[in-house]
Each structure stands twice: as C-alpha cells, then as structure tokens.
C-alpha cells in the first residue's frame, strides 16, 4: 500500500513559479512510475506529467511542455513538478498518483494510487 500526500499549491500572478511535492510512504515506492494529474471546476481530470520509476523517463501533456519539469528523489521517496511561466488556465486542483508498473501512462484508470490534491490558482 502506498500513500500520497501533495503539498505546495498556493496562489501565484502569471508567469510565476510553484514547486509541488509529493511525499510517498510505502517500500516499494522506487518501483513505480508517477504522474500528476489536475482537474479544473467543471472539466474531467487530466494528465500533466509522468516520470517513470527511476526517474530516467518523462513525459509531458503539450500544454505544459516546456514550462513544467517532473522529477523524482527515490532516496526521499518523493516527486517533484516544477512549473514556471504560469497561465491562469494552469488553475486547478492538482493530483499525484502511482502505478505499481514502472512505465508512464496518461490515463487516470492506469493508476492505482492517489494523493488528497493540492491546489494551484493563477491570477492574471
């Protein structure tokens, strides 16, 4: 069993920085790959980026590509998502999960594990 916990959402103007984490707890942790996810008011959960157990892999919705950067300390047991260049369309609520498969996939029923969200609104 793997449990999740996201922090470092907040408010941000456009074109700021946030930083999240999430803290995994569980073993086997290492042997996962991650994604996070964010859902806005109204609109279905999506994928934002992936990375894959040993942080060798990753992947990106085209949205994001080149503002936000995911990256892993499996010696912490924690994923990071570095976004910058932040756009009010980024506001959501933003999901970590886990897969018990060390490949990134992009859709939500593909993961076994979730975190509690954290939230991220960017004014303009």
């Known amino acids: 069993q793997v449990q999740l916990v996201e922090s470092g959402g907040g408010l941000v103007q456009a074109g700021g920085s946030l930083r999240l984490s999430c803290a995994a707890s569980?073993?086997?942790?290492?042997?996962?790959?991650t994604g996070w996810f964010r859902q806005a008011p109204g609109k279905e959960r999506e994928f934002v980026a992936g990375v894959s157990d040993s942080g060798g892999n990753t992947y990106y919705a085209d949205s994001v590509k080149g503002r936000f950067t995911i990256s892993r300390d499996n010696a912490k047991n924690t994923v990071y998502l570095q976004m910058n260049s932040l756009k009010p369309e980024d506001t959501a609520v933003y999901y970590c999960?886990?897969?018990?498969?060390?490949?990134?996939?992009?859709?939500?029923?593909?993961?076994?594990?979730w975190g509690q969200g954290t939230q991220v609104t960017v004014s303009s």
């Open positions: 999960a886990a897969r018990r498969i060390i490949y990134i996939a992009t859709s939500t029923s593909e993961y076994d594990y």
């Open positions: 569980g073993r086997t942790f290492s042997s996962y790959a």
